[in-house]
């Protein structure tokens, strides 16, 4: 079975339906929201962090062409793990981007007239470019997880 790379259109519909779940959910519930902080936003960033660190390291093994079962290799079904947290990532990275995007679009226009919703911004904010730091991050991963392409052989075909 070969893993297709991420389609764009899959994390744009994602993006969209949660963008339109949250705004409507926020329009009717936000008075029984608690606050948001400006952590709550950045809690999407440390994941975010990890993915890149990984997918530099994996890559270089790439390149190194340091896969494999040996002992100083990197194996294989790790690799294929990074891929399925990459995918998983990615997902919840365009998820959580639409959910803060939704959350703003009700609560950007109140801010003059709700201190609540003023003070709930910047969180969401936060959040928002927190979801796109790891849609960007997993799609980096799962790029560096790559196999290398085959070399061609033009002597043996010659």
Avoid at 19 to 34: D, E, K, M, N
């Amino acid at each position: 079975m070969k893993l297709s790379p991420t389609r764009v259109l899959d994390l744009v519909a994602d993006f969209l339906v949660a963008t339109i779940a949250a705004w409507i959910a926020t329009r009717v519930a936000y008075s029984s929201f608690p606050p948001i902080s400006v952590l709550a936003g950045a809690s999407l960033y440390p994941v975010a962090a990890i993915e890149v660190a990984l997918a530099f390291v994996i890559r270089a093994r790439v390149n190194d062409r340091e896969i494999g079962d040996g002992r100083h290799q990197l194996h294989p079904i790790t690799v294929a793990r990074a891929v399925a947290l990459a995918k998983a990532s990615a997902h919840v990275g365009a998820i959580a981007s639409g959910i803060w995007l939704g959350f703003l679009f009700w609560v950007f226009p109140q801010r003059g007239t709700l201190r609540a919703a003023a003070a709930d911004s910047p969180g969401a904010i936060v959040g928002l470019l927190a979801g796109a730091a790891l849609v960007g991050a997993a799609l980096w991963l799962e790029y560096c997880c790559r196999a290398p392409e085959d070399p061609t052989d033009d002597t043996a075909t010659t």
